[in-house]
């Protein structure tokens, strides 16, 4: 992964100075004028650099006690569903900071972090007409200079689902989270539940090293056939994007199902594999019936489980969810 | 680790208990009229939950804004090292915390996490008597609650030395000091310099996740016969604890050779074993002469390095190291 690693960072060096301009380098510099794609006023301010957000978060603090801060972690190119967080974040706090960094170390080496979609200007201009009060973009080197050798690994429910296929992924993310959580020092955290497994792993680091911050989970953001919406999604040419939405179509198939009273697991991944498999061009992963808390199998449904997913559509890895949910049964408490 | 872990918990349920009525489990209980150990006035409160914790040093921030924070992680039974790393503490902020914790997670199976020596009263008064102003002393369960699950690894720095005969050991150190971090929030946190793999650790993970917290090292406290203070020399009967001596004796012959021009590393780890070989009860585990940052064996003393040994001594296993300056160097960059 060190390895992989350099060399992603050599490879980005280029595509992250083309937007350094945009982007506050200095400790304490304050970057108010950057073009932060509004259209008038002063625009969202970009840290580049650790000790900067540091900088603007006790400024902040200082001047308004009490302050509740919240950190959206994204790798950028935003669609609704990131925006979807910043709103959240938005309504339930004083200052929203939203970074942006497309982390090397949660790709394996096989893996798309050369082709992951960019448009920083686009970012910016979103992010801020939501509301968000600072983005943190910082370069490769801010987050892992020379020499960085820590990691972070959650243990049971970073197995299974997307861990089998792609090995040290989910302690990639987790050691950035943890790295963002101490740079930021947020209240709140705004995770999509998408990214179910993430979201998962992300509470368990939290709890398990008294971060003391509150993880929310959103909802899933669709388009209008049901395809969550992802950055990969930019990957599918028009017939791959037209048989993506089976994914979502197989999962709707499960959750009606148990609420017509099927709880057999292995019935219900039966299902969803037919539906995928007659779309020849989604090349499914894994099909599991999970605890939505532990990501661990279960047999019956007869308790709200999540129905997950994981399929190749082209070049794209895609990945979607969906409670199941028997019936008189609800998953208020899966969902926070 | 799992499995010896939950048979540690079980084994110190008992001698944990022996002292709960010193502590406040309540999360907004006010605990000033405990037992301090002081002669007179207020005792230093102590906490047994994070919540606890959390919230007075939430209200000592509110109530001093900017007040300097300082952390001092110990596993108890106090000797000068420990007092001294508090009255550091002391004089650099204006909140000590001492946490006293036997982490179980740090210990092996085969090790002496059952023997491991602990007397809180006593702690307590010695750690009030320089000024210590607040303790928390959680039981295993607070800290490692069942489902608990997220270890930290750090890499290089992390080999080597003590780990090659303690796996894991850094590890569960790394892992609870994060956790004590994120609990405590300290602007400063104090280690002993006889623990310097421990000390390296530490730094190298505080820098790997930011978390923004000055990492203090401070001397070794000694013996009249040079012996390094250990809460495990109470293990040496009378005799092992004359033969222990040559420990520190042997790395003084080191520095002076060092001093008087000798570079060879290995000429000086011979010097070494040769005068812990003449200690019958000295049972040697390692000599290493290695970078003072990395812990990585340098072959050549032409800058400043640090000499250090491992050794069983009787039931004890001691540490203890020191630096070696060739002619007209100095170590003051590497004891910060």
Redesign the interface.
Known sequence: MSANFSASRRRFAGSFLDSFLLIDMNTNGASENLPGGKASGAATPVSGT?ADV?ARIGTLR?RQ?GARVSLVPTMGFFHEGHLNLMRAARNESDFVVVSIFVNPIQFAPTEDLAAYPRDLGRDLAMGSAVGVNLFFVPPDEEIYPQG??????????AEGLCAETRPGHFQGV??VV??LF??VRPDKAYFGQKDAQQAAVIK??TE?????IEIRVCPTVREADGLAMSSRNTYLNSEERSQAGVLYQSLSEARTAVAAGETSASRLRRMIKKAIAANYMVDLEYVRIVDPGTMEPVAAVDRPALAAVAAKVGRARLIDNEMLIPPGGTDAQDRS
Chains 1, 2 share one sequence.
């Open positions: 650790v540091r200082r006690h960085f050798d820590t990691k972070i690994e959650v243990g049971r429910v987790a050691t943890a790295k101490n740079i368990q680091m398990d090293l008294n971060f003391g």
